[in-house]
């Protein structure tokens, strides 16, 4: 059964950083495109960040461009989520979700997205 786990939520002060890591079991990670969402309270899920299978194709929302940089370690089966200069608005329930490696399908479709981890808690507050 496959799995994905998020980690490294908390509580960080405006400016500061997290790294989020999304750890995998259960399949080769090296056959999956992995995104990041986060849902904020009473507002819809949105897409963060998408990395291709391979890692050579990597997509961000606008709102977190040049502040956030997504990576992964097929080898450690990991994805991360560096977040850098975070802002109160970036206060969310962070998920991350795999879906067969698809080159040419919208990186932020959450349909097209087959298994999903139970969320890390990220807030940013002073």
């Known amino acids: 059964q496959p799995q994905l786990v998020e980690s490294g939520g908390g509580l960080v002060q405006p400016g500061g950083s997290l790294r989020l890591s999304c750890a995998v079991s259960?399949?080769?990670?090296?056959?999956?495109?992995i995104a990041w969402f986060r849902q904020a309270p009473g507002k819809e899920r949105e897409g963060v960040s998408h990395?291709?299978?391979?890692?050579?194709?990597?997509y961000y929302a606008g709102s977190v461009k040049g502040r956030f940089t997504i990576s992964r370690d097929n080898a450690k089966n990991t994805v991360y989520l560096q977040m850098n200069s975070l802002k109160p608005e970036d206060t969310a329930v962070y998920y991350c979700a795999r879906r067969t490696s698809s080159t040419f399908v919208a990186p932020f479709n959450p349909l097209t997205y087959d298994y999903w981890g139970q969320g890390t808690q990220v807030t940013v507050s002073s």
């Open positions: 259960g399949f080769t990670l090296n056959y999956y495109d």
């Open positions: 990395i291709s299978s391979r890692g050579d194709i990597t």
